[in-house]
């Protein structure tokens, strides 16, 4: 059953928080951060399909980003009991100076050590948003 958009205040702000932090991890190639907070069990589907387990993510993370920036636009937070889904829009420009729109979904799951990833899934168009 979804608490839907209200869920709990504090939890609301703590999974707010890991969000940026995550994208503060992407661009500072903080793979250590990674480590810590995505469960064992994480999988991510990267926008060109690939599915990466946590040490692939882990590694991947380490090379630093494709972006030169990215700012987040909207983030929305939904509650399905210990579960969390947080979805969100950002605008990213690419080394190369292109931009575009990338929208994502991290699924939480609250653990008695706090919340952890279990799953992310990314799109990015490089369209102009």
């Known amino acids: 059953m979804s608490l839907g958009a209200d869920g709990h205040a ?4 703590e999974l707010e928080r890991l969000n940026e932090q995550y994208i503060a ?6 793979s250590e951060w990674y480590r810590e907070h995505l469960a064992e069990e994480f999988v991510c589907i990267e926008s060109d399909g690939s599915v990466l387990d946590k ?8 090379k630093g980003p494709d972006v030169t920036s990215y700012r ?4 929305r937070v939904r ?3 210990e579960v969390a ?3 969100a829009t950002g605008k990213w420009v690419n080394k190369d ?5 990338s929208r994502y979904i991290d699924v939480y799951v609250r653990d ?3 919340w952890r990833t279990v799953s992310a899934q990314v799109t990015r168009s490089s369209a102009p948003p």
């Open 79 to 81: 509650f399905y009991g």
């Open 72 to 75: 987040l636009e909207k983030v």
């Open 25 to 30: 991890a992407f661009l500072n190639a903080d």
């Open 112 to 114: 008695p050590t706090g």
């Open 55 to 62: 040490s692939e993510f882990v590694r991947s993370a380490a």
């Open 97 to 101: 100076g292109r931009t575009g729109l």
């Open 10 to 13: 504090a939890d609301r702000q």
């Open 85 to 87: 889904l947080v979805q």
